[in-house]
């Protein structure tokens, strides 16, 4: 069984960002918890991001001292996405009214594995909603069957939807 994770493309989870108090405490927790179920030293893992979510993964992989592999030989898979960047006035998109029920539908189908509803997340409101999907067809395809979501984190701070979620049969 391959474990999958999905964590989001939050930039104050780089080094760069870092400031004296973090802002991400509870999300930055989630995702190295994330990483470490589904990867340790020497392990390759196949990720799925676009510039930015890569340099994230990159990062977040050094921690436990993995590595990004484009192989076709891999141990784990990590996602990188999340959902509306408009679920509030002062979110980086403005409000979008229908932000709250795209983002509840994602929510649905990353608990409840529902693969087909994770390949047909609406791409084109997704661009509108400022969301990061691309990668669920991936995760949709890499989830193990039978195997439950174990979500970490589900919060917008800031007005974005993030999610970190686990599929790897642990307890």
């Not at 409000?95 to 539908?105: G, I, K, P, S, V």
């Not at 929510?107 to 409840?112: G, T, V």
């Not at 990668?135 to 890499?142: K, M, N, Q």
């Amino acid at each position: 069984m391959t474990p999958v994770a999905l964590v989001p493309g939050v930039p104050a989870l780089l080094p760069e960002h870092a400031s004296l108090t973090d802002p991400v405490t509870d999300l930055r927790a989630a995702c190295r918890t994330a990483v470490g179920r589904i990867a340790g030293p020497g392990s390759a893992v196949r990720v799925v991001a676009g510039p930015l979510g890569l340099r994230i993964a990159e990062h977040l992989l050094e921690e436990v001292a993995a590595r990004a592999t484009g192989d076709a030989s891999y141990d784990a898979v990590l996602v990188v996405g999340n959902g509306s960047a408009r679920r509030t006035e002062k979110a980086p998109g403005h409000l979008d009214e229908r932000a709250a029920a795209f983002d509840d539908a994602v929510d649905r189908a990353l608990r409840e594995t529902d693969r087909a509803a994770l390949r047909a997340v609406d791409r084109d409101l997704a661009g509108d909603l400022l969301a990061e999907v691309d990668g669920l067809p991936d995760l949709a395809a890499a989830v193990p069957a039978g195997v439950a979501a174990d979500v970490l984190y589900a919060d917008d701070p800031f007005g974005v939807q993030y999610w970190v979620v686990v599929w790897d049969a642990l307890p």
